[in-house]
């Protein structure tokens, strides 16, 4: 099994507007059972057994809002040694995806432990069930880090998606213990394709959805780095012993050094895929047992979620989705998503939340996002 999770946690999830903003994220929004998307990973990445750290990855101006998460969510789980076991790194200024991985790779190898750092990477804001198939399928891709791989989690496709990255499967790995199957070299990643692309892809049966999951050793991840994309490789050489973590209520808080700060002035944003991922020799893949949604939508969301809230009034109403922080009556309407939240409203026909992007660009526009 991985020794430590690393969870990225500085995505601003603007799809989910008005809930979801730059004060408080999607990762902070409520599951529905008592959760946080943040809390549902953390709970996820604690589950695992690990013996070394989960560490989360976010910005600065988020780092109360994931303290207070975690304090909430150990003393729902009366554990109290999950707060020992946390730590969260904030970000001077967000870089995607690949300058987090390095700079806690760095840490981590810092700490100079007996046994091989084998990370296993999440996102903070993805639904991810049941337990049981994520932890089989985190076992196998730890294992595969282990042997010097860079490992992705593959998901077979439910719809032919436009909105996803996908993989395209190689040649089968041959594995003992019944994993036969489960696991493919990784022939090549493909951009979100349009509608006919996406349905061609589903019916060859040999592309997956890319769910930006990962497993890999922290020195195998940082010598693929430093081959394949030098300058994030040489701007984090030297950060992980420059780090110095303080506590908050007993949650470890790495603070921002000035050897941190200076490396993310110099490395450009790019994501794992890009500066590693896509170029390397040794990427596989995990075919997922486990069900995945980035629940990227309002769409997406509702589909988590049955009937109407206390506050909604619907009347000769059908197929409606509503959230809000005030009261809401619905009358002769069909198939709306109504969101009300912070002052700031969304009104959008099922099926057409993902404009809200456009209609967040204009507001901004217009001074009044």
Excluded at 60 to 89: C, F, G, I, N, Y
Excluded at 134 to 160: H, K, Q, R, W
Excluded at 340 to 349: C, M, Q, T
């Amino acid at each position: 099994m991985c020794t430590d999770v690393l969870i990225l946690a500085g995505g601003s999830g603007e799809r989910l507007w008005p809930v979801s903003d730059a004060k408080k994220p999607k990762q902070f929004m409520s599951l529905g059972d008592g959760d946080s998307f943040l809390q549902s990973a953390i709970r996820k990445a604690f589950s695992l057994g690990i013996s070394g750290n989960i560490c989360i990855v976010t910005r600065k101006d988020w780092t109360d809002l994931v303290v207070q998460d975690v304090l909430d969510l150990s003393e729902r789980m009366k554990e109290p040694s999950l707060l020992a076991k946390t730590l969260v790194m904030s970000e001077p200024r967000g870089r995607n995806t690949a300058p987090a991985i390095a700079w806690t790779a760095r840490y981590l190898l810092s700490l100079k432990r007996s046994e091989p750092v084998n990370i296993l990477m999440m996102a903070s804001d993805h639904i991810i069930k049941p337990a049981d198939a994520f932890i089989s399928d985190a076992e196998l891709a730890s294992s595969l880090a282990n042997e010097g791989n860079l490992v992705t989690f593959s998901i077979p496709p439910a719809s032919p998606a436009t909105g996803y990255g996908y993989i395209k499967a190689g040649a089968q790995i041959s594995a003992a213990d019944g994993n036969a199957g489960r696991a493919f070299k990784v022939e090549s990643f493909k951009e979100k394709p349009d509608a006919a692309t996406a349905r061609a892809w589903v019916e060859d049966g040999h592309y997956f959805w890319n769910s930006g999951l990962y497993a890999f050793r922290a020195d195998f991840f940082l010598s693929e780095l430093a081959e394949y994309s030098p300058e994030i490789a040489k701007a984090f050489e030297n950060t992980g012993t420059g780090s110095i973590v303080e506590h908050a209520s007993g949650v470890g808080v790495m603070t921002v050094s000035p050897g941190i700060a200076e490396a993310y002035e110099q490395t450009p944003a790019v994501s794992i895929d890009y500066a590693v991922s896509e170029k390397s020799k040794k990427t596989v893949s995990v075919r997922a047992s486990f069900l995945w949604d980035d629940v990227g939508t309002w769409d997406s969301l509702a589909a988590y979620f049955d009937g109407y809230p206390e506050n909604a009034a619907p009347v000769d109403t059908r197929n409606c989705f509503v959230q809000s922080d005030i009261p809401v009556a619905l009358c002769g309407v069909d198939d709306l998503v109504v969101v009300i939240k912070n002052g700031k409203a969304l009104v959008a026909r099922r099926g057409e939340t993902n404009l809200v992007k456009d209609a967040l660009s204009i507001l901004k526009q217009k001074g009044l996002a």
